[in-house]
Each structure stands twice: as structure tokens, then as C-alpha cells.
């Protein structure tokens, strides 16, 4: 088993729509989670962070933890054809080693 | 820019080569890592410091990578005798320990080393 999994995609929603990014992680001791936008042939940028159970809203995306079911989630809302990235989310467990899931590829549709 | 660099943004090199590569992380950031990513895969952990220590090394780390962080301010990555399995991208990220918070471990990456074996 992976310790962090995603859905590879592409998930493909037309523009305005809400894209639903989902990850679950088998550490349960994890304490960190990150999702990360990475378009093709750059690095990753840090997009969002959550730490505790619940939403947590920045603009358009809101990340959403549930540590009881290991599931961590990430709607875009008002999808743009710029947001068309792989999203990879991040796992830490209070150490020093993040483990990255492969990323979900999300293209909006114009 | 006060982002973190990486040089050189590509290298391409004969198998068998030796080559380095070069990471200035965030000024104010004290821990650093070196990653590896490949196509259609996220960022696999290579090594970590915090300041200058260099506090562990994955497994998947053949002999033949090593790297430094001498004062605990740039980073440099040598792969020596390339192969072509070596072929990736080559990500530098750093990050700032602040006590008690998960914040701590929000990585900010660098533009990465395209490498590539012949």
C-alpha cells in the first residue's frame, strides 16, 4: 500500500465548476498536510496547509482534513482553464520526511 | 527574488560522468531537502539537513550520491559515474522550523535541475 494515494486523473470539469481533489495517507500519526500545484515542467508551489480536522478556506480553495478516515481533500471553486495542474498532496508525520503522492492531473475546460 | 535557486536549471551529461548541483534556500530557512521527481510521480525525499547537519539519507540513495551543506547556508547534490536511470529532476526545497507548529514543514521549492543522461 502507498503511503499516500491519489487518483492520477486526469479529472477534467468545465470552467466555473468545483474540482474535487481527493488523497487519503496511511501514517495515522500524521500531523501535516499539504497540497501542492505543479504545472507541467515546473516545480511544486505550496497552495495550501491544514493541521486540524475541518476546512480550512483560502480564496478559491478550501482544504478539508478528516484524520478519523486518513482522508484529506481539496475543492477549487470557480475553476479556471489557469488552474489545469497536477495537485500532489503532502503527508508529514511530525519528522522531517514528507511523502508526496503521485498527483491527480486537473484540466478546466473553457 | 528571495526564492530558493537551483543551479544549473539543466544538465545534460554522458553516462559515467560525475555532476553537481547547487541549492540556495531561503535565507532565513534552516533545513533544507533535496528530492528527486520523475515523470507522472510526486517528489521522492533524497536527503535532509537541518542547518548544516545532514540528519538523514534514503535508502533508495545509492553510494554514489552524496550531499553538503557546509555552514548551513547553500546545499550541493553530486551524483558521481551517472546512469541513465539517473535521468530526473532534481528539486531543492527549504523550509523554516517554527516550535510547536505544523508549519515547520511547509516546503518552498526551488525551480529544480533538469538532469539528463546519455
Known amino acids: 500500500q502507498k503511503e499516500v494515494e491519489q487518483n492520477s486523473g486526469p479529472l477534467s470539469v468545465p470552467e466555473g465548476a468545483i474540482a474535487s481533489l481527493n488523497c487519503t495517507y496511511s501514517?495515522?500519526?500524521?500531523?501535516?498536510f499539504f497540497w501542492y500545484r505543479q504545472y507541467s515542467g515546473k516545480s511544486p508551489e505550496l497552495i495550501m496547509s491544514?493541521?486540524?480536522?475541518g476546512d480550512k478556506e483560502d480564496g478559491r480553495f478550501t482544504a478539508q482534513l478528516n484524520k478519523a478516515s486518513q482522508y484529506v481533500s481539496l475543492l477549487i471553486r470557480d475553476s479556471q482553464p489557469s488552474d489545469s495542474a497536477t495537485y500532489l498532496c503532502?503527508?508529514?508525520?511530525?519528522?522531517?520526511?514528507?511523502?508526496f503522492g503521485a498527483g491527480t492531473r486537473l484540466f478546466v475546460k473553457a | 527574488d528571495t526564492g530558493v535557486s537551483q543551479d544549473p536549471r539543466h544538465k545534460i551529461t554522458k553516462r559515467g560522468q560525475n555532476v553537481t548541483f547547487r541549492c540556495d534556500p531561503i535565507?532565513?530557512?534552516?533545513?533544507l531537502y533535496w528530492y528527486r521527481q520523475t515523470l507522472g510521480q510526486g517528489p521522492e525525499f533524497l536527503t535532509y539537513?537541518?542547518?548544516?547537519?545532514?540528519?538523514?539519507k534514503s535508502r533508495l540513495l545509492s553510494d554514489r550520491f552524496s550531499a553538503e551543506r557546509p555552514k548551513g547556508s547553500f546545499s550541493t547534490l553530486e551524483i558521481q559515474r551517472t546512469e541513465q536511470g539517473d535521468s530526473a529532476m532534481y528539486l531543492c526545497?527549504?523550509?523554516?522550523?517554527?516550535?510547536?507548529?505544523?508549519?515547520?514543514?511547509?516546503?518552498?521549492f526551488g525551480p529544480g535541475t533538469r538532469l539528463t543522461v546519455t
Open positions: 535565507s532565513e530557512h534552516n533545513r
Open positions: 501514517d495515522r500519526g500524521s500531523q501535516s
Open positions: 491544514i493541521y486540524s480536522n
Open positions: 539537513f537541518q542547518n548544516e547537519a545532514q540528519l538523514e
Open positions: 526545497a527549504s523550509s523554516f522550523t517554527r516550535t510547536g507548529t505544523g508549519s515547520s514543514y511547509e516546503q518552498y
Open positions: 503532502a503527508v508529514n508525520g511530525g519528522g522531517f520526511k514528507t511523502i
